[in-house]
């Protein structure tokens, strides 16, 4: 199926892409239409344009590619599949993710991975190519957040506040200098490179997606976050 989005409402959209029998779907002319492939699964969609907010929520499979930017909320909720986005992210990318990756080109803005949760198998993943804004994976429970600084801009690769209120999870930053103002649950630990594994995997599959070379960034220095202590609000409890 292919559409052309432009003045098209997005329930009108949404229906269309929901009804359609056609596994591969191309979407023209996206102006900011919200809830786009929410909930869906199996089906392969590609949008020109800026899509609105929401857009792959609660996703369950399938794959979106996105040639632009999104705004809001991407991937909330999600629980499978793949959202590449061939720009750059608006704030609170992959809310309460518990499942499936994103890849974003570009920068992020604030409290990207908030509320991100693994559960055995289903292990959410973000790679983010440029920077991140401030609450980078507030309150993150599970899940892998990769931000790779390849932007020119000269800012820090994150924002303030990041990993406030994390108990699980990890996130690893490629930055000379450990983020300032880290709040105290969080731990870091220098890798001079990173190790074989699951989160080179999802670098590897960065660069391949956007056509960059492995070696700056698989072969770099990283910091790693994760949570001081297994529970950092145990204290809190009555009953222990």
Known sequence: MRTDARDMHFSALNKAVRESADKEIVIENCIGQRYIAAGLSGKE??????PGNALGAYLNGGSILVEGNVQEATGDTMNGGEIVVNGSAGDA???????????VRGNAGYRCGIHMKAYRENKPAIVIGGR?????????????????????DGKPVVGYFCGTGMHGGEIYLRADAVPAGLPPQVKTERLERLPEGEVKELVRRWCALFGKEEK?????????????????????????
């Open 45 to 50: 969609i590609r949008i020109f344009g800026t």
């Open 93 to 103: 990318t992959g809310y309460a993710m518990r499942g499936g990756k994103i890849f």
């Open 132 to 152: 991140a804004g401030s609450f980078l994976g507030e309150y993150q429970a599970g899940g892998t957040i990769v931000v790779l600084g390849d932007h020119a």
């Open 216 to 240: 700056a960034f698989v072969g770099a220095a990283y910091w790693r976050l994760t949570p001081d202590v297994d529970n950092p609000y145990k204290q809190m409890y009555t009953v222990n």
